[in-house]
């Protein structure tokens, strides 16, 4: 039974942006030679998974790491995250096409975000020039990271459905 309908919602959302990049997966193979592969529907799914993490980010932070902290961009984000969660870096999803480990946090620091969100920020700004970056793995990657958040944030009792591309077993 759903506990919080609110939070359901966000899960639900992550579900329907899952079943975008699974649908795009009919096409283009999620294989290391085709992380490259960039496309207009890849922009598109890369600036809807950004936007919903920076929101979900935040929320979770408001609500379990640092309420009242000021998150004005992504680095405080990640300062309030990894201040509660050390190993966050170390998250990892299961891309279940390929059973592949993916660690959207890796490498993320407080001088350097990860290469999906500086790729996500470029694409924001000026999508004609920076297209290229809208690749599968970013795509991927940023999915993967906004799992980790969506299922964290809304807990067990709110995701109403399981994944259909990521496995996602991290609760942090």
């Not at 496309?39 to 920076?54: G, I, K, M, T």
């Not at 998150?71 to 990892?92: D, Q, V």
Request: glycine content about 4%; aromatic content about 12%; proline content about 5%.
């Amino acid at each position: 039974m759903v506990e919080d309908i609110e939070k359901a919602r966000h899960w639900r959302y992550f579900l329907l942006l899952e079943a975008d990049f699974e649908r795009s997966l009919r096409f283009v193979e999620p294989a290391p030679e085709n992380a490259g592969t960039f496309s207009l529907e890849f922009l598109r799914q890369l600036l809807s998974a950004c936007a919903q993490f920076e929101v979900l980010t935040r929320l979770w932070c408001e609500e379990r790491a640092a309420p009242g902290s000021k998150l004005g961009n992504i680095g405080e984000i990640r300062e309030a995250m990894f201040t509660r969660e050390p190993y966050l870096s170390e998250a990892e999803v299961n891309l279940m096409t390929r059973n592949e480990r993916v660690f959207p946090f890796r490498g993320w620091t407080a001088d350097q975000p990860p290469v999906w969100w500086t790729a996500y920020n470029k694409v924001k700004h000026d999508p004609v020039k920076a297209l290229a970056g809208a690749t599968l793995a970013n795509v991927r990657d940023a999915l993967a990271a906004l799992g980790l958040v969506a299922a964290s944030y809304v807990g067990k009792a709110n995701r109403i459905h399981p994944t259909r591309v990521f496995s996602i077993d991290w609760d942090f």
